[in-house]
Nanobody, 116 residues
């Protein structure tokens, strides 16, 4: 059964931290490059961080040096440590394979709201 469950979002003040989690089914997760996506209010969903099955990570310029992506292959789980959060980080965060199309299966996402 295909599954993507994001969690860990919430309301945080600017400069604060959150840790997001993504629980995925093995068919989606195992051996694949995974990604965290961010949909800011009124904007399209976009990739902000990716990680290979071996742990190689890449980041969008907007989150580099503030966010850290990681994964636990044994648990089919991925994480996003978000530090020094900014107002522009507000939005819904999703996890999926890198390159997942809009018509692919998506989880509900987790809402992050950064306040002043």
């Amino acid at each position: 059964q295909v599954q993507l469950v994001e969690s860990g979002g919430g309301l945080v003040q600017a400069g604060g931290s959150l840790r997001l989690s993504c629980a995925a089914s093995g068919s989606l997760f195992s051996g694949n490059v995974m990604a965290w996506y961010h949909r800011a209010p009124g904007k399209e969903r976009g990739v902000i961080a990716t990680i290979t099955s071996g742990g190689g990570a890449h980041y969008a310029a907007s989150v580099k040096d503030r966010f850290t992506i990681s994964r636990d292959n044994a648990k089919n789980t991925m994480y996003l440590q978000m530090n020094n959060l900014k107002l522009q980080d507000t939005g819904v965060y999703y996890c999926n394979q890198l390159g997942a199309r809009d018509y692919a299966y998506w989880g509900q996402g987790t809402q992050v709201t950064v306040s002043v």
